[in-house]
């Protein structure tokens, strides 16, 4: 079985080799460069969901691809405060499943809210604010804001294990089975 992420980042191909390889202990994991057809920081769950749906499906498409995930970071304005929350997609090779789940989301700094907004990606601000270097790639935002209590890759892996679920018990999912489409 390969499983391929539809992104080179450490930090994103870590979490889904995790998880998978706890249910699938034989897969191969790895990276790959594909474009989310997205801004690089998607604002709104609609836009950060469809970056993260092409990212998978785009990566389910590469040669030798079992499934292809996709993890989106995104920040959605409600009430004038920002929150930052990721989406996770998962699109299985050949038969055209595609799961996806949210992330738990935090609140984001007062201070990085209108730069994001204005087109800024979440993780260089947060590097300018914090003093750090390249957060994204490690424990990130959540993490530096938690206190390492919660951190990026651990969010990425629990919203890949719910986005999974479907696929472990589709006979508690005959909808999400019944509406695939091919991935090829």
């Known amino acids: 079985m390969t499983v391929l992420v539809g992104s080179l980042n450490p930090g994103k191909v870590q979490p889904v080799r995790e998880v998978f390889g706890t ?4 897969l191969d ?3 790959a460069a594909v474009p989310s057809g997205v801004r690089d920081q998607p604002v ?3 836009e950060t969901r469809r970056g993260a749906v092409n990212r998978a499906r785009r990566a389910a498409r590469l040669p030798g691809a079992t499934w292809g995930v996709g993890l989106e970071g995104g920040v959605r304005v409600e009430r004038g405060r920002g929150w ?3 989406v ?3 699109a299985r ?4 499943l595609l799961l996806t789940a949210r992330t738990a989301e935090l609140p984001g700094p007062e201070a990085a809210l209108p730069r994001v907004l204005a087109g800024e990606e979440l993780g260089g601000v947060m590097d300018e ?3 750090t270097h390249d957060l994204k790639r490690g424990a990130g935002t959540v993490g530096a804001l938690t206190g390492g209590l919660v ?3 651990a969010v990425w892996a629990q919203a890949l294990a719910l986005a999974l679920a479907p696929a472990l018990h589709p006979g508690f999912y005959p909808a999400v089975h019944a509406a695939r489409t091919n991935v090829r």
């Open 84 to 86: 930052l929350f990721g």
């Open 88 to 90: 996770v997609a998962a």
């Open 129 to 131: 604010l914090l003093g």
């Open 29 to 31: 994991v790895s990276g």
């Open 151 to 153: 951190t990026r890759p």
């Open 23 to 26: 249910l699938f202990p034989e």
């Open 93 to 96: 090779a050949g038969d055209g």
């Open 44 to 46: 709104g769950v609609g």
